[in-house]
């Protein structure tokens, strides 16, 4: 039975950079690695849409997450954490584990910040020294608003603003130097269509600046550490050969493409992906800024979210369930990277199936007729 990847990470990979993946092992020392990572190191600033180093670890986006923490703050310091969702709650917990101060702007799962409480919250503690968000928050299919977040810090010199952009980039704009981004984290499994294992972080000159005063404790994630060595083309340890040789070919794949293609493919995938909820009578759980590269859906009354998860694995169509307090209450579709029409379509007919097969009534092709009306209005447009 094939297996149809509609999580939001890991995502499928394409056979071209599964094939540029099986290439032999070459030393990360040798100077064929060190033209590859030249090439890489390109690439990575065209997708971060900087001018700055995009630093590259062997880790998932956790790692770049942490390492955004311990290079650019100190004990004792206070960060403002926007938390709509799992992955905002994580943010708190790594200042918790290293002794930074958490100010917490609660955000209600589903809802996007205020960027006018933000600025509030700034103005009454002028001590806050960073300000923690995601670009996409991967438990609520959410769309935090960046742009204008990264407007009010850059008028404060003394705060930066992190970004994490794990399930975001490369799927949807966020054009780090040019609306002021200052630490800017992602991962390679969701829009950027590599397997796990490698994780990014770039930072401002600004943020740079963060990372002379910052005295958390670091060692693999020492960032002006790997800045020095990608100077050099190369890592401070091992490079994951294979994993920057899929890399080098997504990132040639990209720039061929150009950015805006990539986004307004996932934007008319998320078009029809909604469209088909609205047509089955099935509500978003995403109520600000639902997401261009994922859709959450809630269940409807009486089905249970994990079990529409659990029946669409039996035909072999992975899609993911809700996560802590939206556990059961949701299942999620991602539509990013390498996943394409007919991978969406398959989805929503399927989900019309198992939500018939547990006592909810969807019309049989409701859905897909208005995925496909979505997608054919888009592709007119
Ligand atoms: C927004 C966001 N942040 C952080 C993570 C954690 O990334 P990783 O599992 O690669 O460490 C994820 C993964 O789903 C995510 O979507």
Known sequence: ???????????????????????????????????????????????????????VFTATGTGAMEGAVTNTLSAGDTA???????????????????????????????????????????????????VFVQANETSTAVMHPVQELAAVTKARPGTILVVDAISALGGTPLPMDEWGIDVLVAGSQKAMMLPPGLAFAALSPKAWEFVKQSTLPKYYFD??????????????????????????EVLAKVKKLGLEKIYAHNRRLSK????????????????????????????????????????????GIWIAGGQAEAKGKIFRIAHMGFIDTVDLLGTIGGLEEVLNQ????????????????????EALA
């Open 272 to 315: 029809a992906a909604k469209a088909a909820m609205q047509a089955m009578g099935l509500a978003l759980y995403s109520r600000d800024y639902p997401s261009d590269v994922l859709t959450a859906v809630l269940a409807p009354e009486g089905v249970d979210g994990q079990k529409v998860v659990s029946e669409l694995r039996k035909k």
């Open 1 to 55: 039975m094939k297996m149809y990847l509609m999580t939001p990470g890991p995502t499928p990979v394409a056979p071209e950079t599964q094939l540029a993946m099986a290439q032999p092992i070459i030393h990360h020392r040798s100077p064929q690695f060190m033209e590859i990572m030249g090439e890489v190191r390109e690439g990575l600033k065209y997708l971060f849409q900087t001018e700055q180093e995009v630093l």
């Open 80 to 130: 403002l954490v926007i938390d709509g969702g799992k992955f905002g709650e994580r943010w708190t917990e790594l200042c918790n584990v290293y002794g930074v101060k958490v100010e917490r702007l609660a955000v209600e799962w589903g809802h996007a910040a205020d960027p006018k409480a933000v600025a509030k919250m700034l103005d009454a503690n002028p001590a806050i020294k960073a």
């Open 358 to 377: 547990l006592g909810y009534r969807v019309e049989p092709g409701s859905g897909l007729k208005a995925a496909q009306e979505a997608l054919s209005e």
């Open 223 to 248: 960032f002006a550490k790997a800045l020095k060595s990608q100077g050099k083309n190369q890592t401070p340890y091992t490079s994951p050969v294979s994993l920057i040789l899929g890399l080098k």
